[in-house]
C-alpha cells in the first residue's frame, strides 16, 4: 500500500523514480513471507483500462514506465 502511495503522490518529482520503484517492488515480493504476491501477467493497454474503468483515453497520463 505505501508503494502504491508514494506513486500517487501529487508532484511527479517526489514519486519514485522507475528504477526505485522496481527495486523497491522486487525487495516487498521477497520478504512477503506467507503472502501471495500478485503480477500483472500481461501489458497494460491504456485504451481498455480507460473503456473498463469508464474514463477518457484523454485523462490518463502517458507518463508511466513498464517494470
Do not use: H
Amino acid at each position: 500500500y505505501n508503494i502504491m502511495k508514494s506513486c500517487w503522490r501529487w508532484s511527479e518529482d517526489t514519486r519514485p523514480s522507475p528504477r526505485e520503484l522496481r527495486f523497491r517492488l522486487e525487495g516487498a515480493a521477497r520478504t512477503a513471507d506467507d503472502k501471495t504476491v500478485l503480477q500483472v501477467p500481461e501489458l497494460v493497454v491504456p485504451e481498455l483500462y480507460a473503456s473498463v474503468a469508464g474514463i477518457s483515453i484523454e485523462s490518463l497520463s502517458y507518463s508511466y514506465s513498464i517494470l
